[in-house]
């Protein structure tokens, strides 16, 4: 529901079915680059990456075209499948800064000489810093103000929709002021960096199975990792349920290593 709102309201689709898939994305080999979408969505049989960016890190538009590819490669076509087949694949992004300087709702698409080479790929981004939100004619206007507005407090009083107040519970991490978002997003990127190391797991593990057996040991030497991670994760006194998002792991779990 809460989804479905959002996609209408920053993009103006209108959505039957949502199917959410698996988010890292798939690599050939270990020595390939991870990468992890904020969401990967079947939306009525098209693929759809919805990405987040509150803080202009310089390299969101390399970094969308990297997503997409991928998602290409991996999603949109079945094996012996015609060429002709290839299933449209669809990128929303909300950005907080200026990345493009137009409208709000910017639409692209990859061109040769300004004509369209494909209609296969579709970038749409929503720039929330474009948005008045002194402007309640939109029809984004309260959606909007979830994101930009830092005052929690002072939300309650701009919102009178009953769905966008819940909404707002569901992304409060993206009210907070630059500096702690920074922080939040710092931690989400040693998430993914330490996620490309978890084959070093599966080594611990085959020594741990010379003793206990094979299977046993590449689970223990994963779950020796991941416990490893939230106790750094502890240390930097990050939210107990973004360590159980990251890792996986149980609120109980992560609350006995304290």
Sequence with gaps: MYLKKLLLDFFDVKCETVEYLNTELIRSNKNDKIGIVDLLLNIDNNIVILELQNIDRHNFKERLLFYSSSIIANHCLKVSEDY????????????NYNLLDNSVKNRVRLKSKNKIFTKKLEYQIFNLARVDINNKNNSYYEMANLFKT??????????????????????????????????????????????????????????????RGLSEGISQGISQYKRQIAKNMLIENVDISLISKYTNMSIEEIESLR
């Excluded at 929709?161 to 992304?171: A, P, Q, S, V």
């Design 84 to 95: 002709r087949n290839l299933r449209m694949i669809k990128l929303y992004a909300i950005i």
């Design 150 to 211: 830092n005052n929690l407090n002072k939300l309650t009083r701009i919102i009178e929709n009953n769905l966008n107040m819940e909404i707002l519970n569901k992304i409060k991490y993206y009210n907070l002021d630059s500096k702690e978002y920074k922080k939040m997003d710092d931690i989400a990127k040693m998430m993914m960096e330490e996620t490309e190391h978890y084959e070093s797991a599966y080594e611990d593990g085959i020594e741990i199975g010379i003793e």
